[in-house]
């Protein structure tokens, strides 16, 4: 077992390691996620509706 500043150190030296993403690369993945999000958002809330339509005219016709 290391001592915790051996360890500290090399989680520093994995850490200078990885590749990080560039600003730009991390604002247009974020646009990307949104523009995603909104679209998934669009189309649950459109087949919500649509089921809601059918299950209330089904039910409508057993009056």
């Known amino acids: 077992m290391t001592n915790p500043l051996e360890f500290l150190a090399q989680v520093r030296a994995e850490g ?10 991390t604002l247009i993945t ?13 189309f649950f809330v459109s087949v919500d509706a649509a089921l809601r339509w059918i299950v ?8």
Do not use: D, G, N, Y
């Open 30 to 42: 974020t646009a990307l996620v949104l523009v995603m999000v909104i679209v998934a958002s669009i």
């Open 56 to 63: 209330t005219s089904l039910l409508s016709l057993t009056h």
């Open 16 to 25: 200078a390691k990885v590749a990080w993403p560039t600003r730009r690369e």
